[in-house]
């Protein structure tokens, strides 16, 4: 096979990866602030925090990761989503600069510290809902003429797009409440116990909504899902997905085996953005720009790919390492310094 068809092929998957890591790694971050609202006081709210304080910081790199790809990897594509959303991706922005703000003064804070708390947990409410909303626009697909964008300042704005964007809030949700299970004990994690069951109808009924309308959205997704026998090669997919909300929502309240409920919950994760992904290919910007026209050069995907090849064993080093030094229960007295 040609380089011209390997690259882009791998690019695509290495940003889809680093987009994965970020949603998996983040998201329980901004679950927290999602959540932040059902502490009974400022000590269980510090608690919870606590929890993320050692590791969230090198959870945006995997943003980064997925950003710095897309533009050298797909240029055109990265002009299309920027021109297109540049409204959502600015909101994001200055939401997690104001959820990391507020993380850190917070924790400095002597009589602010309800203030520092309300703008953690509004910055991770409106980044998790504008991440949704750029989710959402992308898989709906953008105005296209010739692979440039034709539409207007509000063209990502409609009733799909707001759906994911609430569907991701109550996602983050999930995955925050079940990082409590894993790291917390005793009230923190009877509360947490308590809210991860709705939590997971609830994002089961959007999975299942956002699942049934995506097809409807272009003819080649429908295509994609039911021609030629597509379906029964798929269809594992949201099998799996039920199964596993099945499994999670059993698992939230069974004591002893605290790491599961976390583990499923970024199963389930993993599972919708294979979905995703199975729903838009081989395009990177729906409806049809894909990701072979979108690509650089070869020879420019293959020297930033070098660059890769060195960087991303850091990454994954310095994630894993982290996570293993800061495993285990978090205390309520913890400190943050």
């Known amino acids: 096979m040609e380089m011209e068809t390997v690259l882009p092929v791998l690019w695509f998957g290495v940003i889809g990866f680093g987009v994965l890591m970020y949603v998996l790694l983040d998201g329980f971050v901004l679950g927290l602030g999602i959540l932040a609202p059902f502490a009974e006081d400022g000590k269980q709210l510090d608690h919870m925090?606590?929890?993320?304080?050692?590791?969230?910081?090198?959870?945006?790199?995997?943003?980064?990761?997925?950003?710095?790809?897309?533009?050298?990897?797909?240029?055109?594509?990265?002009?299309?989503?920027?021109?297109?959303?540049?409204l959502p991706v600015l909101l994001m922005l200055i939401a997690?600069?104001?959820?990391?703000?507020?993380?850190?003064?917070?924790?400095?804070?002597?009589?602010g510290?309800?203030?520092?708390?309300?703008?953690?947990?509004?910055?991770?409410?409106?980044?998790?809902?504008?991440?949704?909303?750029?989710?959402?626009?992308?898989?709906?697909?953008?105005p296209l003429q010739e692979g440039r964008y034709i539409g207007g300042a509000f063209a990502w704005f409609s009733p799909f797009s707001m759906l994911t964007g609430v569907a991701v809030m109550f996602g983050y949700a999930l995955l925050g409440s079940t990082w409590l299970i894993l790291k917390t004990g005793g009230r923190m994690q009877q509360i947490a116990r308590t809210l991860t069951r709705p939590l997971v109808m609830v994002v089961a009924a959007f999975m299942g909504l956002v699942s049934a309308w995506l097809p409807f959205l272009d003819s080649r997704i429908m295509a994609r899902w039911f021609e030629d026998g597509n379906f029964w090669w798929l269809s594992p997919v949201p099998l799996l997905a039920l199964g596993n909300a099945v499994w999670l929502w059993r698992a939230a309240?069974?004591?002893?085996?605290?790491?599961?409920?976390?583990?499923?919950?970024?199963?389930?994760?993993?599972?919708?953005?294979?979905?995703?992904?199975?729903?838009?290919?081989?395009?990177?910007?729906p409806p049809d720009l894909s990701i072979w026209e979108a690509a650089s050069p070869p020879s420019s995907q293959g020297f930033v790919l070098v660059g890769l090849i060195v960087l991303l064993p850091m990454i994954l080093g310095y994630t894993a390492w982290s996570y293993r030094v800061f495993r285990g229960k978090v205390e309520a007295d913890a400190g943050y310094h």
């Not at 507020?102 to 009589?111: G, I, L, S, T, V």
Request: proline content about 4%.
């Open 49 to 86: 925090m606590n929890t993320a304080a050692p590791i969230w910081d090198g959870n945006e790199t995997w943003l980064v990761l997925g950003g710095a790809g897309l533009l050298a990897a797909f240029p055109r594509a990265y002009a299309v989503v920027l021109s297109a959303l540049y």
């Open 96 to 111: 997690l600069v104001f959820r990391g703000v507020a993380f850190e003064f917070r924790f400095k804070a002597r009589r």
């Open 113 to 142: 510290k309800p203030f520092w708390g309300a703008a953690f947990a509004l910055g991770s409410m409106f980044a998790a809902f504008a991440q949704g909303v750029i989710l959402g626009a992308l898989v709906e697909g953008m």
């Open 253 to 285: 309240m069974r004591e002893g085996r605290d790491a599961t409920p976390f583990l499923l919950t970024l199963s389930f994760f993993v599972l919708g953005f294979a979905g995703l992904v199975l729903g838009i290919w081989p395009n990177i910007v």
